[in-house]
């Protein structure tokens, strides 16, 4: 393991850290907030000089593989989550610090679970920083640096940090260069945040949360700055941040096929046809189902359904009306969304829509297979055929998904709370939604947890975003071991 | 530049690496889903998966827009169709690899018929270089330039040489020729020396010389030795072929020991006058009786790098006086040298070199491209050549007047035809070629790229003037 280079990498990060969060302290500064705009300038001084003494020298050594891939991505973002969580601190708005590096974390993760029980009172700068980290987080500031930083460019090394940031079970380039591929990507995700501002301010929404309300669409995070979610701004906005919610749920390749104009490649895509059909059966069943409770309003119930719908199946996880007293159908469909989760290379979590094509391709396949043993089959997605270890890779994703899923689940009942609470708790964080059932429904929020379970829950949010693997080979003590240095002249 | 590379072989991993390296945007084709994967994660590339002759696969991998394509798969005939498509699909220049010897014979008429850019045939180019070698035995390296006037030979310093010790400025009195040393090899470490370098034992000199005062520079410089009369080949691979024709042609006798009957066979009616033996050339007792203890050379051309050197060892621990090793696996170099095993041959690189020429000179299309590129020291230090046009700036001021960039050194200059071992007086004329050596780290496309910039205002003589 080269850990100079991982150091190297990580003061980076944290540079990048302090300069972004220059605009939460100018918001504060001169929105007259003192406490906060001190408690973000002494986060950011703190930053820069540890980042100054992590880049001070360059490591000799560039050796950067899978391993060192999978422990920066992985360090990087424990550490971001550390930092990103002292301003809460300091400034004493969130006053204990477990509490805010689980707010820091459900941003950065853009799960969007609170432990606040009044967003309101919160000063202006941290509700701002609360909502960038969820834009942050949603394209993984990994990417950004690759797209900005000189140092790694030249080498497909680079790409072991891309495949460990980037979700979904295939990771492939669009153009040769990588940090050409991280720009688009980066250019795409501002190109649809800004659109979705200008929408939003004309529809009146004061810009404040306009921008805050923006940035948590955009990462499919769902963090809100009113206590009501969603609920009160107008019914434009609402379809507004309906539609962006499903397009940021959607693979960013897809954006660009469409601009470079290959129209049927985008639109046969086999994730996207997937990703839209669960999409639109779910607002149709939703819709049926609730229609009695807004006595038979069609237009209301379906403004509601697609929303909510939207938000929990992106992983955004905003509300407008709390699903936690709508129908058990939709309740349920609500837990099965939660799980599938949005498509592969989106900013949304979950299994991810191309995971659950495979899985039902391999499927059916092997049992065709069990029928006509001597049958030979290929999986084909797209119209090719995929690696078996592709294949593999998801399945054993999904088997250690589970085993997770299985462990957190058994620990956080130990609060004693209800069933569908710890369940829908424990799957809400792992796929990075935000809201679940019971206690942690769309009105209720995290707070009531011991410090172990949520010490539990923050970890099933990083290992969400992450895709479990990057965080599982933390723990792989083979992966600590230190690379050696040849002296010069041997 | 967008460049396709189909086949992503020896050859096409190298250019890949070595064009990726200089900034152009890659593409890669094969059939072979691993060897993309390996180019994928190693390097800053993008990989397409299928037949490289396939119109769907070449329109995926975006020949219609690129700038060059070039087919380098075992096949001939699919780097020659490659070609053929590409050239249909867009504006792209296309180089393909041929390298069956029917084939190479008519090489000309193919390429006008097809439109290629140029063809490569590394086997070729590598039999070439080791011929030169042979003509030479005391030089590690032949490397020429100026149409062959000027070449940068590369010499290992022995302990007590003529040479151990002396700094640069000495070098005259020494070599009585008027010669440059352009790069030296110390360890692990590459200078680009000045006048005040000081020489030691087991350095590896890159020397410009013309080429009339190689003899006399052998000579003073106390490394003659026997004109190479034989010479035994292991292995009989195309270079082989082409080598012992070569050697033949000028009157050097030639015994190649091939495994394969067929092959032998082969070898037995395409070159008469050399004698084919059918026996394993790594079998020492073989060695021996063929006479590996009298011969002048060995020359290790099998297809298996480890017999290459193993071969090789042994021929060095007889004191053969020369010996080529012919070596694919180039990544490991470090550890031969200092072994013993020092004249090492590359066919790959050696056909690299000749890609990137071609594609730094396609990048600029003003003229004053690079006409002939050596790269020295693993790659490390790049000799070029390049032709001074009206666009080159300093033209007919002296060296002493010109700012540099550093670690660039201008180590020869051709006049029509006169050779010029440049010293601060010289200066640089309309149409001279100028041959430039520089440590690697940046790529120079043109001549202007070797100086300073901006020019360096002589204005601040000016001011003070004024005061």
């Given amino acids: ?490 | 530049m967008k460049i396709v590379i189909v086949g992503d072989g020896k050859v096409g991993f190298a250019l890949t690496q070595q064009l990726s390296k200089e900034g152009h945007d890659v593409v890669v084709i094969d059939s072979n889903k691993n060897v993309l994967q390996e180019s994928l994660v190693t390097l800053d590339v993008m990989v397409v998966h299928g037949n490289g002759a396939s119109l769907r696969v070449q329109k995926e991998a975006g020949v219609e827009s690129c700038d060059l394509v070039i087919a380098a798969t075992s096949a001939d005939e699919i780097n020659l169709l490659c070609c053929i498509i590409a050239r249909k699909l867009g504006h792209a220049h296309t180089i393909a690899r041929v390298r069956n010897p029917e084939y190479a014979e008519q090489l000309f008429f193919l390429k006008e018929e097809l439109g290629l850019s140029m063809m490569i045939n590394p086997e070729r180019t590598a039999a070439n270089e080791i011929f030169r070698l042979l003509q030479f035995p005391s030089f590690l390296k032949r490397d020429s330039f100026a149409k062959g006037k000027v070449e940068i030979v590369e010499i290992v310093l022995k302990e007590n040489g003529v040479l151990d010790g002396k700094q640069l400025l000495d070098l005259y009195k020494i070599a009585k020729v008027r010669v440059l040393v352009c790069a030296v090899e110390r360890g692990s470490q590459v200078y680009i020396p000045d006048g005040n370098f000081r020489l030691q034992k087991d350095d590896k000199i890159y020397v410009t010389a013309p080429t009339r005062d190689l003899a006399a520079l052998i000579k003073h410089m106390g490394l003659y030795t026997h004109r190479i009369k034989d010479v035994l080949i292991v292995g009989g691979s195309n270079i082989a072929y082409y080598l012992a024709a070569d050697l033949i042609a000028s009157g050097v006798a030639v015994k190649i020991i091939e495994n394969k009957h067929s092959r032998c066979m082969e070898l037995a009616e395409l070159l008469p006058k050399a004698s084919v033996i059918e026996a394993d050339g790594c079998s020492k007792s073989v060695l021996l009786s063929e006479g590996i203890e009298s011969t002048d050379a060995v020359v290790t051309l099998t297809n298996i790098d480890e017999e290459n050197l193993l071969v090789s060892m042994y021929a060095n621990f007889l004191q053969v006086p020369k010996v080529v090793t012919k070596i694919n696996r180039t990544e490991y170099n470090e550890v031969f040298r200092g072994k013993g095993i020092d004249c090492v041959i590359s066919p790959k690189l050696l056909t690299s070199n000749d890609i990137v020429r071609y594609v730094r000179a396609m990048q600029n299309t003003s003229g004053g491209s690079v006409i002939t590129l050596h790269r020295l020291v693993d790659g490390r230090v790049e000799a070029l050549e390049f032709l001074a046009t009206e666009d080159t700036r300093y033209l007919g001021q002296t060296l002493l007047q010109i700012q540099l960039k550093p670690n660039i050194l201008i180590s020869c200059i051709n006049r029509g035809g006169k050779i010029i071992i440049p010293n601060g007086e010289t200066t640089i004329e309309l149409r001279d070629t100028v041959i430039v050596v520089t440590t690697a780290d940046r790529p120079i496309n043109t001549l202007n790229d070797i100086f300073e910039e901006p020019p360096v205002p002589s204005m601040t003589y000016d001011s003070t003037n004024c005061i």
């Fill in chain 1, 1 to 490: 393991m080269n850990f100079k280079m991982v150091v190297y990498l990580i003061g980076h990060i944290l540079r990048l850290e302090a300069l972004f969060m220059v605009p939460a302290m100018a918001i504060s500064f001169f929105g007259k907030e003192p406490v906060s705009a001190r408690a973000f300038f002494i986060t950011i001084m703190v930053l820069l000089s540890v980042s100054l003494f992590a880049t001070f020298r360059k490591p000799k050594s560039r050796g950067f593989y899978t391993r060192e891939g999978f422990l920066v991505t992985a360090l990087a973002w424990m550490v971001m989550s550390l930092f990103g969580a002292l301003p809460f601190f300091i400034s004493g708005e969130i006053p204990n610090y477990l509490f805010a590096v689980f707010e820091t974390v459900s941003g950065l993760t853009t799960t969007g679970a609170s432990i606040l029980k009044d967003v309101e009172v919160m000063s202006k700068g941290m509700l701002y920083w609360r909502s960038f980290t969820h834009w942050l987080g949603g394209m993984g500031i990994l990417v950004f640096l690759l797209a900005i930083l000189p140092m790694t460019q030249g080498s497909g090394s680079t790409l072991h940090i891309m495949r460990a940031e980037s979700p979904g079970p295939e990771v492939g380039k669009l153009v040769p260069r990588l940090h050409q591929m991280a720009k688009i990507l980066y250019l795409i995700y501002c190109a649809l945040t800004v659109m979705q501002m200008v929408l939003l301010l004309l529809g009146d929404m004061p810009l404040f949360d306009t921008v805050c309300i923006t940035f948590g669409t955009a990462g499919t995070g769902g963090f809100g700055v009113l206590n009501s979610s969603c609920a009160d701004y107008s019914p434009y906005c609402q379809i507004v941040i309906t539609v962006f919610m499903m397009l940021f749920g959607v693979n960013f390749s897809i954006f660009y096929l469409l601009l470079m104009r290959e129209f049927s490649q985008a639109l046969l895509n086999q994730e996207l046809r997937v990703y839209l059909g669960i999409m639109l059966s779910a607002v149709i069943l939703v819709t049926v189902n609730i229609l009695p409770v807004y006595r038979s309003n069609l237009p209301e119930a379906l403004r509601y359904a697609s929303f909510q719908v939207a938000s929990i199946m992106t992983t955004t996880g905003f509300a407008t009306a709390d699903f936690n007293l709508w129908p058990q159908l939709s309740r349920s469909i609500m837990v099965v969304l939660m799980v599938l989760g949005a498509s592969a290379g989106s900013t949304g979590g979950g299994i991810k829509s191309a995971r659950v094509l495979i899985l039902f391709q391999s499927a059916k396949q092997s049992l065709r297979k069990m029928l006509n043993p001597r049958e030979v089959n290929v999986v084909k997605v797209d119209g090719k055929a995929l690696d078996d270890e592709v294949i593999e890779g998801v399945h054993v994703y999904m088997t250690i998904y589970c085993a997770v899923a299985a462990v957190s689940f058994l620990i956080v009942s130990l609060d004693n709370f209800s069933l569908e609470t710890n369940l829908t708790a424990v799957l809400s964080c792992l796929n990075n939604i935000g809201p679940g059932l019971g206690e942690v429904g769309p009105t209720g929020n995290f707070s009531g947890f011991s410090a172990g379970s949520t010490v539990v829950l923050i970890l099933n949010m990083l290992i969400g975003r992450l895709e479990i693997f990057p965080m599982l080979f933390l723990f792989a003590p083979s992966n600590w071991k230190r690379t050696r240095v040849l002296r010069p002249n041997v």
